[in-house]
């Protein structure tokens, strides 16, 4: 099955700059990619997805980037402000199949005033 | 209000018990799973339903049951098989349960065995 990983793990940045998690896949079928953030108390919430047809999507501070051949795929946040404090996971899918999504652990971002 | 809701917030139980999580949505999605969260482990997949009277396992599976008698209602119980409950879980939904579509979380409910 598909396995994700994603690092780091933690993240603290300060305000202002940018943030970077990234993670990486193990099943060449997958082609879908999305980021969901979960603040505290709360469930998680979908922010941003990418399929395998682009390599990079952009929606205001936040873009993902996809990497086919390396099975990898980033968030960037720039401007990070103390709201974007959350933690993001990643996860992985195979469009119009029943295929469930496999997450990532998740990272913790931390964004210092 | 549109949404998910998942009942209690936080439930304790004695071990051995089984105990039952609500989950209800009405946005008239088919599709319902159940996820569990452990710190540093990231979301895994208890359950998922696909349609009214039709569920299939997760990765997780062992020592859950669940139901899907409504389109609106997919409970989850904790059995006393499940060797280490403690944790926290999460409701989603979504339109037709393929792996795109968006799927929507409930707030979770955080089940403490003592």
């Known amino acids: 099955g598909e396995n994700v990983e994603q690092h780091p793990s933690t993240l603290s940045v300060q305000e202002g700059d940018s943030a970077v998690i990234k993670c990486t896949y193990s099943?060449?079928?997958?082609?879908?990619f999305p980021w969901y953030k979960q603040e505290l108390g709360k469930g998680p919430q979908l922010i941003i997805d990418i399929r395998s047809n682009v390599g990079e999507k952009k929606d205001q501070r936040i873009a993902v980037t996809l990497n086919k051949t390396a099975k990898h795929f980033s968030l960037h946040i720039t401007e990070t402000q103390p709201e974007d404090s959350a933690v993001y996971f990643c996860?992985?899918?195979?469009?119009?199949?029943?295929?469930?999504?496999?997450f990532g652990s998740g990272t913790q971002l931390t964004v210092l005033p | 209000d549109g949404g998910i809701t998942q009942s209690p917030k936080y439930l304790f139980r004695k071990e051995g018990q089984n105990v039952t999580l609500s989950c209800e949505q009405n946005l008239n999605h088919d599709a319902m799973y159940w996820y569990r969260q452990d710190p540093g482990q990231g979301l895994r997949l208890i359950y998922y339903s696909q349609i009214v009277n039709d569920f299939q396992k997760g990765d997780i599976a062992e020592g859950y049951s669940v139901s899907r008698e409504k389109k609106e209602s997919f409970p989850l119980t904790v059995t006393s098989a499940q060797k280490n409950p403690t944790a926290f879980y999460l409701c989603?939904?979504?339109?037709?349960?393929?792996?795109?579509?968006?799927?929507?979380f409930g707030p979770g409910t955080r089940l403490t065995v003592l």
């Open positions: 099943d060449s079928a997958s082609n879908y």
């Open positions: 996860a992985a899918s195979f469009l119009g199949s029943a295929r469930q999504l496999t």
């Open positions: 989603a939904s979504s339109i037709a349960g393929l792996g795109a579509d968006t799927q929507y």
